[in-house]
Every structure is written in C-alpha cells, then in structure tokens.
C-alpha cells in the first residue's frame, strides 16, 4: 500500500480558495489512478475527482468542476486539489486515494490518506 499524506487544508472564508495536496514519499504515482474524496459531518464519503491513471481526468458532481480543478506535479509524486469559491457546505475532512484501476470509485482504492480537514466559515 502507497502511503499517502495530505496537506494544504484549514480555515477558509466563503468565496475562498484553498489548494489540497497529495504525496507519496519513495515512489511516483504515475501507475496509479489518485482521487480526491470528501466527508462532511453526518455524511457519507464522497467523490470529489479522479486523474485517472491515463490521463483523463474526472469529476463528481455537476458543480465540481467549476470551482474544483484536480493536477499532477511534475515530479509526480504530489496530485493537487485546487478549490475554489468555497461554500460552506465544501467543510469536510478530504481524503486523496490511490488505486490501480482506471476509476477511483470509492470501493476499489487501496490506499488512503489520514484525511485533511477544510473549513470555511465566515
């Protein structure tokens, strides 16, 4: 299993942004497909968006795309989560996952981070 550690999260006001980051420490994650996951209280876990392995990238959720933007470094062994034009109802711990598959559905990624909590409140 990847050992993932996720940063860049904490205290945002509305209208906000916020860049998430997701690393792996002694390998790349070019083989792997890596998604980002959110969980607001009293909530079940959700997507949020998936670079795919080959490239593709997704999204989950209608409005996530206008204001969320998943990315790769370079160095390819960080995937960030931008965020922008946070609401109120973005508060949730964030979770990044990896999996071999092309997906990153909930039920088939292998590793997970500890989670990182965003907060945006006025």
């Known amino acids: 299993q990847l050992q993932l550690v996720e940063s860049g999260g904490g205290l945002v006001q509305p209208g906000g942004s916020l860049t998430l980051s997701c690393s792996a420490s002694?390998?790349?994650?070019?083989?792997?497909?890596i998604g980002w996951f959110r969980q607001a209280p009293g909530k079940k876990r959700e997507g949020v968006a998936c670079?795919?392995?080959?490239?593709?990238?997704?999204y989950y959720g209608d409005f996530m795309q206008d204001r969320f933007t998943i990315s790769r470094a370079n160095t390819k062994t960080t995937v960030y989560l931008q965020m922008h034009n946070l609401r109120l109802e973005d508060t949730a711990v964030y979770y990044c996952?990896?999996?071999?598959?092309?997906?990153?559905?909930?039920?088939?990624?292998?590793?997970w981070g500890k989670g990182i909590l965003v907060t945006v409140s006025s």
């Open positions: 002694g390998v790349t994650l070019e083989d792997y497909s």
């Open positions: 996952g990896a999996t071999k598959h092309v997906e990153c559905g909930i039920p088939i990624i292998d590793s």
């Open positions: 670079s795919q392995r080959e490239g593709e990238k997704t």
